[in-house]
């Protein structure tokens, strides 16, 4: 069973920045195809921000609102998912989710192409 655990959130003002952790075990590494970043806030849907294919290539995809501010990248050493959030605006301010693909859908930024789910870490952006 995959586990997910995001850590690395937290209040910060208007332009300042944060990096995401999101730490994977209980899985062997091929089984993993892509993985991916989305956020919530509550009364709305959840977002895809950013996602990456684990093998391969590793090739990234950002959502419109992020591309140049945020960036997605992993150690897969120690199995671990990050996202550097540089610049950050009061409208980044949500419930940050990592999420893993085990279907080989890959390069996808809808919530329905992932399968494990971590806890998610919260990110406040002050004006």
């Known amino acids: 069973q995959v586990q997910l655990v995001e850590s690395g959130g937290g209040s910060v003002q208007s332009g300042g920045s944060l990096r995401l952790s999101c730490a994977a075990s209980g899985y062997t590494y091929s089984s993993i195809y892509s993985m991916g970043w989305f956020r919530q806030v509550p009364g709305k849907e959840r977002e895809g921000v950013a996602c990456?294919?684990?093998?391969?290539?590793?090739?990234?995809y950002y959502a419109d609102a992020v591309r140049g501010r945020f960036t997605i990248s992993q150690d897969s050493a120690k199995k671990t998912l990050y996202l550097q959030m540089n610049s950050l605006k009061p409208e980044d301010t949500a419930m940050y989710y990592c999420a893993a693909d085990a279907r080989r859908i890959g390069g996808s930024l809808r919530s329905s192409g992932y399968d494990y789910w971590g806890q998610g870490t919260q990110v406040t952006v002050s004006a």
């Open positions: 990456m294919y684990i093998h391969d290539d590793a090739s990234t």
